[in-house]
């Protein structure tokens, strides 16, 4: 006991004590707050700079490794590739992509959009000013209420409701001008791309030159309007919570004090950090559902297309399985979305509703607890007057704040949609630059492969790589020009052979073997990967396939297409010369069609094969090119007709460039073309009585060699 008397009296001057250094630095503190909240601000600011110095830092690193790492040839086997996905992220290079697309959608300082941002920010202010004043507001309701004050509390609920007509407006315009940008923005992108997507044969070379973007279909049709919707939204997703956030924040800070909003939004910010690492890749997610989208939608389509040769070869079982194991890879990956939404849901809803509101209630009966400079509380009204007015600001400011952590997952989303709409502007340049990229079934080589020349397999980035030249002539004139296939192969090394104006050439050969390579380079589909192409302008070869292309329209467009009405005025062109036309091919009677010329309808479902075919024809007469490709454009047609067709050809000057294995047309032509399917070819002059001779001969020879072992076995049934 003597013990314990001695130890128990040191307590209180040690309480005493620490109450007392506790009472110096509050005083020291108070003396120099000013200096410390500036050194405090300094601090933060400077610990910004460094950590967006940091974050260059590593995108420059990054950039530097992505350059330095190997680069392997797009070209290969049969076998296949491993395709690498680019990653989605928020980068320099997402946002040097989003810039881009920027100065798209707004184009300059006088444009339509940029006049709706600067409405829409306007109306940004104007409810964040509204909003200020409402918190107010509802402060003075509350202390009118607590003092029993039923007049000032009816003038505040007049007050209230006047308020409420401009921050109606004010809300019904901010929904205005976001759809309304959204529909500016997808205009002027939609616009872009159509004219990059249709300029220079630009469609054809993504499709059957270059397989770096699969749907460019579903790219323009629904990535555009998402990304339009999605930049839109983001604007007013952050512009408005950042807003916010300055506001309620600058007067917190004048009602609570500079220290606990440090404090506060100092373990705000590790939170977030904490739930920024947490957070999963949405934006590489949301590009991947958007590609399997589009390759469901394919599936579909390409169902569509076939379903004829499907029907007929009773394969309803084989695409269903396909169609099946698309659309369960899409709904597995939808379903991962949505699990990975769910916890991140859950975490974000935690930290942000709750484990923030706590530190709110906290930070705002500050003024109740604590005497904060500059403020003079006085009784119950005042003091319920403060909190109410703090805490309906920093519900605001956590709600804009929260606002702003759910924008990122919106940005993701963003970079998702920038990054295809990106990726399609990117390869359309690179095409109309004339740089392709496909990957190649078998290497493009003349060598036979059975040598095991090794150098053959070279051959295929060496020729594909090259590039021949182009010269516009009155004549079609080709120099050593390679003819490659779509996979690569080289079909013909170098090929030799010229038409001059009046000379109808004849091509021959099995399939396979370069007629279509060299009709599509001739119509400047296909670049020229050696040699040189002497040819007319694109505008006198006129190119008709086996089964033509009719448009939508009216009957008169089907036979005027490409041009329109007024190409069709400009060239003195009415419709009793497109009926003479008609009646040159035997198809005049399409016109007394219900609506005759204004007639629409389903074409290609409504014309048989042969009337098509001469539709083709009638476009060929009206168009009246220097030269003509005809590609089995006769098979469907009578003797009759193709006779007449090809005599009006001729008087109207047009050379001719026919495939066909009819010998009917042998007596139009002047030369042939003949290849063999083994890279060799003939090019002569066509002496068509005395070619029908010879493959009159031919056919009797080789009728009387199949009779050969039927008259072996008989003789050996005689001599037996």
């Not at 917190?252 to 440090?262: C, D, H, N």
């Not at 005049?588 to 048989?608: F, K, N, T, Y």
């Amino acid at each position: 006991m003597p013990v314990q008397s001695k130890i128990l009296p040191s307590s209180p001057p040690l309480e005493k004590t620490i109450k007392e250094l506790i009472s110096v630095l509050t005083d020291l503190y108070l003396k120099n707050r000013t200096k410390i909240s500036r050194a405090v601000y300094l601090s933060l600011f400077v610990a910004l700079i460094g950590r967006i110095y940091h974050a260059i830092s590593e995108q420059k690193a990054a950039s530097v490794q992505q350059v330095a790492l190997p680069r392997h040839p797009r070209t290969t086997s049969a076998d296949g590739e491993a395709k690498t996905r680019k990653r989605v992220e928020i980068n320099r290079e997402f946002f040097k992509n989003l810039l881009r697309l920027l100065k798209i959608v707004i184009p300059g300082w006088k444009s339509k959009e940029l006049r709706l941002l600067i409405s829409h920010t306007f109306f940004l202010l104007v409810r964040a000013l509204i909003s200020l004043y409402v918190a107010e507001l509802d402060g003075k309701l509350v202390s009118s209420l607590v003092r029993g004050k039923g007049k000032d509390f009816l003038k505040g609920i007049v007050w209230w409701m006047v308020v409420a007509v401009p921050a109606t407006f004010t809300n019904s315009m901010l929904s205005y001008h976001q759809c309304k940008l959204a529909l500016q923005y997808r205009g002027r992108l939609t616009n872009y791309l159509h004219t990059r997507y249709l300029q220079n044969m630009t469609f054809y070379s993504l499709s059957a030159l270059d397989d770096r973007i699969k749907n460019a279909d579903q790219l323009i049709a629904v990535d555009v309007s998402r990304f339009s919707n999605s930049l839109a939204e983001l604007y007013s997703n952050l512009a408005k919570p950042i807003l916010d956030m300055i506001i309620y924040n600058y007067s917190l800070s004048r009602s609570v004090g500079g220290e606990g909003l440090f404090m506060m939004s100092l373990l705000v910010q590790v939170s977030a950090n904490v739930m920024r690492a947490l957070t999963p890749p949405f934006g590489k997610y949301v590009a991947e559902e958007a590609r399997l989208e589009g390759e469901f939608r394919f599936q579909h389509s390409r169902l569509i297309e076939n379903s004829e040769e499907i029907a007929l070869y009773h394969g309803h079982e084989t695409e269903k399985d396909t169609l099946d194991k698309g659309y369960f890879t899409l709904i597995k990956h939808v379903n991962r979305i949505l699990r990975r939404r769910l916890y991140h849901g859950v975490m974000e809803d935690f930290v942000i509703k709750y484990f923030w509101g706590a530190l709110g209630l906290v930070l705002c009966s500050v003024p109740v607890f604590f005497k904060i400079p500059g403020q003079t509380l006085r009784g119950m009204g005042d003091r319920t007057e403060s909190f109410v007015t703090n805490r309906r600001m920093l519900l605001s400011s956590s709600d804009a704040f929260g606002r702003v952590m759910f924008s990122y997952k919106e940005i993701t989303e963003l970079a998702g949609y920038t990054s295809r709409v990106s990726a399609l502007i990117s390869v359309m340049d690179s095409i109309q630059a004339g740089h392709f990229e496909k990957s190649l079934i078998s290497s493009a080589s003349t060598a036979d492969a059975d040598k095991g020349n090794e150098a053959s397999s070279a051959a295929a980035p060496t020729v594909l790589n090259g590039r021949g030249e182009i010269v516009e002539s009155s004549e079609i004139e080709f120099t050593d020009v390679p003819i490659v296939s779509p996979n690569g192969d080289v079909l013909v090394e170098k090929l030799n052979f010229s038409v001059k104006p009046g000379k109808h050439l004849l091509i021959v050969g099995p399939n396979g073997c370069g007629k279509s390579s060299l009709f599509r380079i001739l119509g400047g589909l296909w670049p020229v990967y050696g040699g040189r192409v002497r040819k007319p302008s694109y505008g006198d070869i006129f190119y008709i396939p086996q089964r033509p292309y009719l448009s939508r329209g009216t009957l008169r467009q089907q036979i005027i297409y490409p041009d329109g009405i007024r190409e069709m005025r400009d060239k003195k062109v009415s419709d009793e010369d497109l009926l003479r036309i008609l009646s040159t091919v035997d198809i005049q009677g399409i016109v007394d069609r219900p609506h005759g010329w204004e007639a629409e309808e389903e074409w290609r479902d409504v014309l048989s094969g042969g009337l098509q075919q001469r539709v083709a024809m009638a476009r060929l007469f009206y168009h009246q090119p220097k030269y003509a490709i005809l590609d089995e454009c006769t098979s469907s047609v009578t003797l009759e007709i193709e006779r007449a067709m090809y005599e009006q050809a001729k008087e109207l000057g047009v050379t001719l460039m026919t495939v066909s294995h009819r010998r009917s047309l042998w007596r139009y032509h002047d030369d042939i073309l003949q290849f063999d399917g083994q890279g060799n070819y003939i090019f002569t002059k066509l002496d068509a009585e005395k070619r029908l001779q010879l493959e009159d001969e031919k056919d009797e020879l080789e009728l009387q060699l199949r009779a050969v072992p039927e008259l072996e076995r008989r003789l050996q049934e005689l001599t037996t």
